[in-house]
Nanobody
Framework: QVQLVESGGGLVQTGGSLRLSCAAS????????MSWYRQAPGKERELVAT????????TYADSVKGRFTVSRDNAKNVVYLQMNALKPEDTAVYYC???????????WGQGTQVTVSS
């Protein structure tokens, strides 16, 4: 079955960096666009970044544009999110998923917590 395992989160100071990883299994990663999402306490989950199947195109939420970079390694079945210049408002649980699989009702992974201290 589809499994998505996020890792790499942690506690970092304002201005710091983290690199998140998303290990995918149970489907052919190279056939799906992939996205990163985040959910802050008391807020709805929001889309952060999307990358096309071959990595040639990426899109970002305005709030992270210029600071975050999404990438993927289809051979390793991993999607990454490099986060630089972190701000306290980036504090959230971060998840990855394939939008197409989400529409089919595939479950979310456990996510990885990112906490940015001021």
């Amino acid at each position: 079955q589809v499994q998505l395992v996020e890792s790499g989160g942690g506690l970092v100071q304002t201005g710091g960096s983290l690199r998140l990883s998303c290990a995918a299994s149970g489907f052919t990663l190279s056939e799906y666009h992939m996205s990163w999402y985040r959910q802050a306490p008391g807020k709805e989950r929001e889309l952060v970044a999307t990358i096309t199947t071959d990595g040639s195109h990426t899109t970002y939420a305005d709030s992270v544009k210029g600071r975050f970079t999404v990438s993927r390694d289809n051979a390793k079945n991993v999607v990454y999110l490099q986060m630089n210049a972190l701000k306290p408002e980036d504090t959230a649980v971060y998840y990855c998923h394939a939008p197409t699989l989400l529409r089919r009702g595939t479950k979310w992974g456990q996510g990885t917590q990112v906490t940015v201290s001021s």
